[in-house]
């Protein structure tokens, strides 16, 4: 049976980088410490740290172990939090995975109703691959998954999704870029530099189909996973970028970029995913009424 101080030790060290400096804030000795980790090691014929020079680095089996040793004390530490709280102080834990294709503007719009629920709610954001999502979805390590499309039908994991909404997208540019372009929209998209979302977003092929049904063909010079990274990359003058039509007003005065052009032949689509059919959980139904009331107001 794992022997869970010894994983407290590993974990201690990993993060602090150094087995003096763990000693430390662990009040225990270094030999206790290095003892205790040898110990782990042993137990499972692994080894967890290599020594470069005067430093400790994680091996690979290290690395892997940080990663489950993190969310259990994560967990432990929200567990004490909830047995120490007076019921009056109780919180409900409320745990969202936010696949990282989904624009950053986008999901806090959707999570503000969250903050304003009179229940007393902790919300934990993660962002990840939605397979990955979808996965500790299916073990209860999350309540919600947002992403930018519904449950894929391949996976063998028990969900529901729900349409958040749906808008068409926007094209932005920097007042010097805007300016160069010359001609009315579309026909100014013709081969000037465009970012475009990566692979892995539904919208991509949505829009790269409204491109040649336009006879339209741009200068694509980046594409990027991360919606936030292709919008810093906009705001520098790299290219045009694209964002949903729902949030064109907030963009332009966020990065200080100009709408250029919009079209409804292009939708953007977010959907909530959870394990219940009939949603009861109250962060969910906040996300949801808001999504549906405010944001895309349908």
């Known amino acids: 049976m794992l022997n869970y101080r010894q994983l407290h030790y590993f974990w201690v060290v990993a993060r602090t980088g150094s087995i003096v400096r763990a000693s430390e804030q662990l009040n225990l000795t270094p030999q206790t410490i290095s003892g205790q980790i040898s110990l782990l090691e042993q137990t499972y014929g692994i080894e967890l740290f290599r ?35 007076r019921p009056d102080e109780q919180q ?29 709610l902790r919300l934990s954001c993660r962002e990840d691959k939605l397979e990955r999502l979808l996965a500790d979805l299916a073990i209860q390590r ?98 045009i970028f694209i964002g949903p039509s729902v949030i064109a007003d907030e963009v332009c005065r966020h990065y200080g970029v100009q709408l250029i052009g919009q079209t409804d032949a292009v939708i953007e689509s977010f959907y909530a995913i959870s394990v219940e059919r009939k949603v009861k959980h109250p962060g969910i139904i906040a996300i949801t009424e808001g999504a549906r009331r405010q944001l895309f107001n349908w």
Not at 93 to 116: C, N, Q, W
Not at 189 to 214: D, K, Y
């Open 142 to 239: 999350l309540d919600l998954v947002i992403s930018d499309s519904p449950m894929p039908s391949h996976l063998d994991i028990k969900g529901y999704s729900q349409r958040l909404g749906e808008c068409g997208i926007s094209f932005f540019a920097t007042p010097a870029l805007a300016a160069s372009l010359g001609e009315t929209f579309p026909a100014c998209l013709q081969h000037a530099p465009l970012l475009i979302p990566g692979q892995e977003t539904v919208v991509r092929s949505r829009l790269l189909r409204w491109f040649a049904e336009q006879q339209i063909q741009p200068r694509i010079v980046g594409e990027f996973d991360d919606s936030a990274l292709m919008q810093a990359f906009g705001q520098s003058g790299s290219g």
């Open 92 to 120: 409900i834990l409320f745990r969202v995975g936010v696949a990282d294709v989904v624009p950053k503007s986008i999901v806090y719009r959707l999570l503000a109703p969250t903050m304003e629920m009179e229940d007393a």
């Open 51 to 85: 020594r470069v020079g005067r430093q400790l680095e994680l091996s690979e089996s290290g690395r892997q172990a940080l990663t489950y040793a993190e969310q259990m004390f994560q967990i432990g530490g929200e567990l004490e939090a909830m047995l120490r709280a």
